[in-house]
């Protein structure tokens, strides 16, 4: 596999690491797994460096080519599909695996310096050690009480061979202190899964309502590639996105009457009626499709709301699209490829801090952040490649809370 890559071209580190940060540093990492896999190697998992630019180009395809390789990256990562990236050439690739190749080298405790983004101490490995010391601790706690018992018996053997009298020991039902411990113990299991409980509550991830409608935005924004800014316009101006109106439905179904794309899906593996789910549009907006207008007065559609921060919390969608050059992809997931759209993401605050500490701020030719001299002067200077949204207050909590 790796000789396959053996006459790969030589890219440019230089270009593609500014090709990184503004396409990839949302969802990937060199040294560490964040939305997607880590980067490090990603040439040498792949037997055909033409399928790895087809990967980038439109995973879609690969996928549909029946690649195990790829189809098995796909199921790792819950089935969620990687951004395409039409408008990246092969040389623009070349310069980032050129950029990763190079990135490889680092040690990750190098990396908020070089250019690569790190989660911090607290994430994954950190939860996963707290499950190990736990466990630890119960098989401690057990071998504790087996070597109390043994010792209780040696002693009463002791005692019996020296011809001292000892008194019958307490059942361990019956053990005061033994019942203190377990009583103890529940306590704290119990303190652990009511805390986990409680940090959880109101938090929605994977929440998928049955709409009113069946709108896929898979048909929509995937294979008839319409603009999410055609229907959400708010997300560049405004907090909101913006449900669209009926009127946007219409500009395009006016003349789209009947559904002739492929067949569509709930999420139960039910069949659906495009034709009669675009009929349930007409009636609420009170359109005759045959005689092409408006015959009777309108009814607005009760979309149910999925994602929904609580309000004490911030959130200006326009900030993050324009000023951060967010793709809908970040918070939203694989959007293009959802039939019926769930929460990708948790939104806790955890999770929104983490992308603050790790994801790098678009500092070239974004007018938003020319007020920070500071950072600009030392980008300059060679003191810093890169600005995190960390370093410009993005885990303040005024910024989020007030």
Same mark, same amino acid.
């Given at each position: 596999?790796?000789? =396959?890559? *053996?006459?790969? &071209?030589? /890219? +440019?580190?230089?270009?593609?690491?500014?090709?990184? $940060?503004? @396409?990839?540093? !949302?969802?990937?990492?060199?040294?560490?797994?964040?939305?997607?896999?880590?980067?490090?190697?990603?040439?040498?998992?792949?037997?055909?460096?033409?399928?790895?630019?087809?990967?980038?180009?439109? =995973?879609? *395809?690969?996928? &549909?080519? /029946? +690649?195990?390789?790829?189809?098995?990256?796909?199921? $790792?990562? @819950?089935?969620? !599909?990687?951004?395409?990236?039409?408008?990246?050439?092969?040389?623009?690739?070349?310069?980032?695996?050129?950029?990763?190749?190079?990135?490889?080298?680092?040690?990750?405790?190098?990396?908020?310096?070089?250019?690569?983004?790190?989660?911090?101490?607290?994430?994954?490995?950190?939860?996963?050690?707290?499950?190990?010391?736990?466990?630890?601790?119960?098989?401690?706690?057990?071998?504790?009480?087996?070597?109390?018992?043994?010792?209780?018996?040696?002693?009463?053997?002791?005692?019996?061979?020296?011809?001292?009298?000892?008194?019958?020991?307490?059942?361990?039902?019956?053990?005061?202190?033994?019942?203190?411990?377990?009583?103890?113990?529940?306590?704290?299991?119990?303190?652990?899964?009511?805390?986990?409980?409680?940090?959880?509550?109101?938090?929605?991830?994977?929440?998928?309502?049955?709409?009113?409608?069946?709108?896929?935005?898979?048909?929509?924004?995937?294979?008839?590639?319409?603009?999410?800014?055609?229907?959400?316009?708010?997300?560049?101006?405004?907090?909101?996105?913006?449900?669209?109106?009926?009127?946007?439905?219409?500009?395009?179904?006016?003349?789209?009457?009947?559904?002739?794309?492929?067949?569509?899906?709930?999420?139960?593996?039910?069949?659906?009626?495009?034709?009669?789910?675009?009929?349930?549009?007409?009636?609420?907006?009170?359109?005759?499709?045959?005689?092409?207008?408006?015959?009777?007065?309108?009814?607005?559609?009760?979309?149910?709301?999925?994602?929904?921060?609580?309000?004490?919390?911030?959130?200006?969608?326009?900030?993050?699209?324009?000023?951060?050059?967010?793709?809908?992809?970040?918070?939203?997931?694989?959007?293009?490829?959802?039939?019926?759209?769930?929460?990708?993401?948790?939104?806790?605050?955890?999770?929104?801090?983490?992308?603050?500490?790790?994801?790098?701020?678009?500092?070239?030719?974004?007018?938003?952040?020319?007020?920070?001299?500071?950072?600009?002067?030392?980008?300059?200077?060679?003191?810093?490649?890169?600005?995190?949204?960390?370093?410009?207050?993005?885990?303040?909590?005024?910024?989020?809370?007030?």
């Amino acid at each position: 596999m790796i000789a =396959s890559f *053996s006459a790969r &071209a030589a /890219g +440019d580190p230089t270009k593609g690491k500014a090709l990184f $940060q503004q @396409n990839c540093a !949302s969802c990937h990492n060199v040294h560490k797994q964040l939305t997607g896999p880590a980067l490090q190697g990603v040439e040498e998992r792949w037997s055909d460096k033409k399928l790895l630019h087809q990967w980038i180009h439109n =995973s879609a *395809s690969v996928l &549909a080519s /029946g +690649d195990a390789y790829a189809n098995t990256l796909f199921n $790792q990562f @819950n089935k969620t !599909s990687m951004t395409p990236f039409p408008n990246l050439t092969d040389g623009d690739i070349d310069d980032i695996l050129s950029w990763i190749a190079q990135e490889s080298k680092n040690t990750p405790t190098d990396a908020k310096t070089t250019g690569t983004t790190t989660t911090t101490s607290g994430g994954e490995e950190e939860g996963g050690n707290g499950l190990l010391f736990g466990i630890i601790t119960l098989i401690l706690a057990v071998v504790a009480l087996i070597l109390m018992q043994i010792n209780s018996n040696l002693n009463k053997l002791a005692s019996e061979k020296e011809g001292v009298a000892t008194p019958e020991p307490v059942p361990f039902y019956k053990n005061k202190a033994y019942i203190a411990l377990v009583i103890v113990l529940l306590f704290i299991v119990g303190g652990y899964f009511t805390i986990n409980g409680a940090i959880g509550l109101g938090r929605q991830k994977d929440y998928m309502p049955q709409q009113p409608i069946f709108y896929s935005h898979k048909v929509h924004a995937g294979i008839n590639q319409i603009n999410c800014l055609y229907c959400h316009a708010g997300a560049e101006k405004s907090k909101h996105a913006m449900i669209p109106s009926e009127n946007i439905c219409m500009n395009c179904h006016k003349v789209i009457s009947d559904y002739s794309g492929p067949q569509l899906f709930t999420a139960e593996g039910k069949k659906v009626n495009g034709s009669a789910e675009i009929q349930k549009l007409y009636d609420h907006v009170g359109w005759d499709k045959t005689a092409k207008e408006y015959t009777k007065p309108g009814t607005p559609i009760e979309w149910t709301r999925i994602h929904n921060l609580p309000d004490h919390v911030y959130f200006n969608h326009s900030q993050h699209v324009v000023a951060g050059k967010q793709q809908c992809q970040t918070c939203h997931g694989a959007i293009t490829e959802m039939d019926e759209v769930h929460q990708f993401a948790d939104l806790s605050m955890g999770w929104c801090i983490n992308c603050h500490r790790t994801t790098k701020v678009q500092f070239a030719d974004n007018k938003y952040y020319s007020i920070f001299e500071k950072f600009h002067e030392q980008v300059k200077e060679g003191k810093i490649d890169s600005v995190t949204v960390e370093m410009v207050g993005g885990t303040e909590c005024q910024k989020c809370h007030y």
